[in-house]
Structure formats: C-alpha cells, structure tokens
C-alpha cells in the first residue's frame, strides 16, 4: 500500500497503549525514575494517580515492560471485579498454582504466608483503573501487601472516590504516590512532533509552530487522551480534502480553521 | 463519519460567535465609560457649585490678610471681564480699563460669575442649563453679603499695568480650573496623592493659606509623604510663621531623617527662604 502521509500521521494518534509509542518527556523520565526507584525501597504500595487521560496506563505498560526482564511483574490492565477470580490470577501468575474451584481471601492468605520469597526482590503487581475495585477489594489487598510478599502499585483516576480510597484505605500504608498531570504547552509540542517523527512523518510534524501549539493547549488543556482525539480528527480532514479539494490545504503550516472544526467534531469546543 | 460541509459551517458560526462575543465587549466598555464620562461631569457640576461658595467665604476672609490677595482678585476680575466680552457682549463692562472704579460695585458679582465660569469649560452645555438658575439665585445672595468687604477692597486696591496683568490670567484660569477638578476628585477618594497635588498647586498660586490647608489634609491622610511636610513648613513661613515652619520641621527631621527637610531647614534658619 501507498505511503500517504496525512493517513499515517492520523493513525499516529489512535488512542492505544502501546509501549513502542512511548515518548521520552522530561516530566514523565523524572517521575518514572522515582517510580522505579521506589520499587526497589522497602514500600508497600505505590500508588499513582492524575486525571483520565494524563498517560497513566502507558506509564505502568511501560514500567512493566522495563521491568520484566529483571522482576517478577505482572500488569492487569482491567480490573478482575470477582474475588475468587483475582486471587486464583494472583497465584497462578506468582506461584503459578492453579486452582479449579473458588478461592477465598483467607485460603489464599495461607497460601502466600506459606511461601518463602524466591531472593530478595518482592513480586510485583500493577493495578490499571484501581477505581474500580471495591473497597472491601482494596481492604484485602493492602492486607496482602502488609506480608511483604508482593507489591502492589496502584494506578487509579482522580475521583473523588479515589481520595476516598486514599483517604481510608492507604493513609498510612501508601509510601509513596505519584501524581501525573496533564501536558504543559512545551510538552505537548514535543509530544505532538516526536510522536510524528517516530512514524517517519517529518513534513507534518512540521507543520505544527508554537502558535498552534497553544491553540491545541487551550483546546485540549494539554490532555493526552484529548489531543489524541483532536490530532487524529485532525489529520483525518486533511486526509479528506487532500482526496477531495487538494487546493484547499496548505501543506507546510496546520491551520487554525482545520484545527477548530476539529475541536467541533470531537466535541472539545462547542459550537 | 466526517461531513466536512457541515464542520465548515459550523467552525465559520464558532470564529463568528466569538468575534461578535469580543465585539459586544468593545461596545460594553464604551457604554460604560459613555456613562461614566456623564455622570461624572454631572457630578463635578453639583459639585462646583459648593465649591464656589467655600471659595467664596475664603476670598473674603483673606482680602483682609494681604495685598497679594487683593491684586489677585483684581487679576480674577480682569479675566471676568474679558470672558464675558466673549460670552454676551455687555456694554457697561466693556466701557473703559482706566475708569475702573465705575465697575467695582460689581466686581464681587463678576467673581461669582468666573468661579461658574469654570464649569463652562468642562461641561455639557445641556446640563450647563438646568444649573445655571440655581446658581445665579445663589451669586445674588453672595453679593449682598459680600459688598460690604469689597467697598475696603476697593480703595485699596493698586492701579496696575493691564498687558502683565492679562498674561498672569490666563494662567491663573488654567490652574484655578485645575484645582477645581481636582478638588472635586479628591473629595470622592481621598487620596492623599490628589491633595498633595492640590497644596503644591496653591503654593505655587501663592495661596498660602489653601496650600497650609491642604498640606495639613494630606498630612492627616498619610503622615510619610515627605512632601506634604515640607509644603506645610513653606507655607508656614510665607504666612510669617517661620518659628512654627522651624518647630515643625525639625520635628520631622527627627522622626524621618529627610534630608529634603533637613535642607529646607537650613534655608530657613539661614533666610536663604523667605
Ligand atoms: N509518554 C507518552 N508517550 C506516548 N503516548 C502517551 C504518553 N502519555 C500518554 N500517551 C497517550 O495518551 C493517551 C492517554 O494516555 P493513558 O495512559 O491511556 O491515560 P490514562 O490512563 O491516564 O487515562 C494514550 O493514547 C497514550 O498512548
Ligand atoms: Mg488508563
């Protein structure tokens, strides 16, 4: 199939997690050096929060890929809503015990006091959208991690369930908690240009000067999920009048008037 | 499914929506400062007129003080004379400048008139209208009153040279024209900024009695503006009361270490400043 350059840029900006599409952003190394630092320490939940949208998920896929060839670590992106169901997943995956029936809390309690670490680095379980566990969930599983045994780190939304979450549940147990935020201006136009060049689409990534930058900001507010959206709307009507009227697209500047119909179509503006 | 008509429409209504929104803004402070312009002339209107009458008590207290006083009225009446030329031609003002004592009897009703010409300059001749009756029921009054002190004026007063005279007047409307705005001002906000101004503009008027005034409201706004001390103690010396001028400052001098003070001090112990 044909390189077109306006069709690849948009799929740039589908709204996956994948961790080969990880950008490098000063923020985010900075935070995710902690993060890994704090793995290490003697700490029994770490828990990670920020809005919808500011990349916690990518964060923890690719702490989880980093990780995977020195520790014993394992991500569930969903959440396993059913008790018995998580438990079983938890001792398949750290002692990889298969169970066929129900396993409740207490048995699978016994189970992890009765085993001896294999050396001295702890197991580690990354929590995606941790929200949604209930808070009888969240009671069982700070308990598990008051044996030393495993690890959790816990990505959730910032809801104000979740602080209550925090609140009740990890005041004193939560050693370390990281905040992720949305982009600054600057962070977006690193975002935005080394997302297109790593799909080999300079001319475009050209296109975007500090002006649209910061009309992309203040649409989006710097939310990655929401600029993804945007961009992706974006490229999708180039995409358009590049087939239907080719003269009405300048192809070395994005314009302004494209990038707010965009904003139209994804909703992020009103009109 | 993109339908880009539809998007285009929508963007154009979008960037119009908002260049009507920042166009209704626009409007909305001219508006507003149209209202403002107009109700604070109508303000400074009502205002003026009191002021006249203070002006007035004022005048005809300090006559009795100084000649300086004395010449400065007459200056006033020269500029009345001339406004009114303007204004509707009146033939017994007009007759001669030597035959000046003919004209003293309505002297003191020219000077009403020229404290109300100042608003003639800053105001809207609709608004002018209405208030004008009031104010001529007002000058009325004040002329009997005031005869009597002006018959002493009168005989006192000193023949001067009218072309030096004419100069002096059109400088005097200017600032007295100023005063009153900014009296009307400072009245409203009190800001001791407004009445410092006020003080420095009577000194330099050499009305010494109003600048020692002013000097002393600002004074009792703000006691740390430096300035305010040294108007006080100017004035006190050009109203011959050099040892409370000397008193005063050194006073200040003690508490702020001015050395603006302190110079002024020098100059007063010395008679450098008379
Ligand atoms: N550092 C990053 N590099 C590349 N893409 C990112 C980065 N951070 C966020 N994204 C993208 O932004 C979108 C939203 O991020 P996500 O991790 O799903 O947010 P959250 O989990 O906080 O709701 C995803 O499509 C993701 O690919
Ligand atoms: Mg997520």
């Not at chain 1, 050096?33 to 923890?60: A, E």
């Not at chain 2, 002329?143 to 023949?159: H, L, N, Q, R, W």
Request: aromatic share 10%.
């Amino acid at each position: 199939m044909e390189f077109n350059i306006y069709e690849s840029s948009r799929d740039v900006f589908l709204d996956t997690v994948n961790t080969k599409d990880y950008i490098q952003l000063d923020r985010v190394s900075n935070i995710y050096q902690s993060l890994k630092d704090s793995i290490t320490k003697p700490l029994k939940m770490i828990l990670l929060y920020g809005k919808p949208g500011t990349g916690k998920s990518m964060f923890l896929t690719k702490l989880h890929d980093s990780l995977l060839s020195s520790h014993a670590a394992h991500l569930y992106s969903t959440p396993i809503l059913d008790e018995s169901e998580f438990f079983k997943t938890l001792a398949q995956d750290l002692y990889g015990m298969e169970y066929s029936g129900e396993l409740n809390f207490t048995q699978f309690m016994k189970v992890v006091n009765n085993k001896e670490l294999n050396g001295p680095v702890i197991p580690l379980i990354l929590l995606d959208e941790a929200q949604l566990y209930s808070s009888s969930m969240m009671e069982k599983i700070r308990l598990l991690s008051d044996t030393r045994k495993v690890k959790f780190i816990i990505a959730l939304h910032k809801t104000e369930k979740e602080d209550l979450i925090a609140k009740e549940h990890f005041q004193t147990r939560i050693w370390e908690s990281i905040k992720l935020e949305n982009a600054s201006t600057t962070e977006l136009m690193i975002y935005i240009q080394k997302k297109l060049m790593k799909a080999n689409c300079l001319d475009t990534a050209n296109m975007f000067s500090i002006k649209s930058i910061n009309l992309i900001h203040k649409i989006t507010d710097g939310n990655y999920r929401d600029t993804n959206k945007l961009m992706y709307t974006l490229f999708d009507i180039y995409l358009h009048y590049q087939q239907n009227n080719p003269n009405q697209i300048n192809g070395s500047q994005v314009s302004n008037k494209i990038i707010e119909m965009s904003a139209i179509h994804t909703g992020l503006i009103n009109a | 499914m993109l339908n880009i008509n539809d998007l285009e429409i929508r963007q154009k209504n979008y960037k119009l929506k908002s260049y009507i929104r920042y166009f209704m803004i626009f409007i909305i402070l001219i508006i507003i400062s149209i209202f403002a312009v107009f109700l604070f002339n109508y303000n400074s209107v009502s205002t003026v007129d009191t002021n006249t009458n203070i002006l007035k008590n004022k005048e005809s207290s300090l006559t009795q003080d100084t000649k300086i006083k004395k010449q400065e009225t007459a200056e006033h009446s020269n500029i009345i004379k001339k406004e009114i030329t303007i204004d509707k031609p009146q033939e017994e003002v007009i007759i001669t400048k030597e035959e000046k004592l003919k004209l003293f009897p309505s002297l003191d009703f020219i000077r009403k008139i020229q404290s109300s010409t100042l608003n003639y300059y800053e105001d809207n001749t609709n608004i002018q209208k209405s208030v004008t009756k009031k104010e001529i029921s007002i000058e009325k009054k004040k002329t009997i009153i005031s005869e009597a002190s002006e018959e002493k004026k009168v005989v006192e007063k000193p023949i001067l040279p009218i072309e030096t005279k004419n100069i002096i007047n059109i400088k005097r409307k200017n600032s007295n024209d100023d005063i009153g705005h900014v009296i009307t001002r400072f009245k409203v906000n009190n800001n001791p900024a407004l009445s410092l101004f006020i003080a420095k503009k009577y000194y330099q008027l050499k009305e010494y009695e109003n600048a020692y005034n002013y000097a002393l409201i600002t004074n009792e706004i703000n006691n740390n503006i430096e300035a305010s001390w040294i108007i006080f103690a100017k004035s006190l010396v050009k109203l011959k009361k050099k040892d409370m001028a000397i008193k005063t400052l050194k006073r200040y001098i003690n508490y702020s270490h001015s050395s603006q003070a302190k110079l002024l001090l020098n100059e007063i112990l010395t008679g450098k400043f008379k």
